[in-house]
């Protein structure tokens, strides 16, 4: 479940572009034109990249009790199948493309939020926006 967890969020849904501030290794971008598109493991899928000037996406790193983003398995299948974070009631993602991700299987989810699990936590870096 982990190998497949990993396929998905860096090879399918590209998670690091917006959960990884910044998403490269510095000097490793690619839109530079010269980079190799290392991604940046000091800040993986630790969130902080800003989305305008009120949103900034989450840190789905495993928090101390080895919850990513603090979620339970069942509060993270309800955010990726309605938008809905725990952690802001009444509120809806509005840059998480759960539109999309909702019509993945459960499989598949579990198979994310497992690796999720297995990943150390990280702390945000400094981008200005995504796919830095």
């Known amino acids: 479940m982990v190998g497949l967890g990993s ?4 090879a399918q849904a590209v ?4 959960h990884s501030c910044p998403t490269y290794t510095p000097g490793h971008n690619p839109y ?3 980079g190799d598109g290392q991604i ?3 800040n993986y899928l630790a969130g902080g990249v800003p989305f305008g000037p009120t949103l900034t996406s989450a840190d789905i790193t495993p928090d101390a009790t080895g919850k990513p983003a603090g979620l339970d398995f069942d509060e993270y299948l309800e955010l990726i199948r309605t938008g809905h974070d725990p952690d802001e009631p009444g509120e809806i993602l ?7 991700f909702r019509n993945m299987n459960d499989r598949d989810i579990l ?3 497992t690796y999720l699990t297995a ?3 990280a702390e ?3 981008c200005s926006g995504p796919g830095q």
């Not at 509005?94 to 999309?100: E, F, G």
């Open 40 to 42: 940046n493991p000091t």
């Open 124 to 126: 945000p870096g400094s």
């Open 7 to 10: 396929y998905i969020v860096n």
């Open 111 to 113: 198979a994310i939020y």
């Open 94 to 100: 509005q840059v998480m493309p759960w539109p999309i």
């Open 32 to 34: 530079d034109g010269v």
């Open 119 to 121: 990943i150390p936590h």
């Open 15 to 18: 998670c690091a572009d917006c």
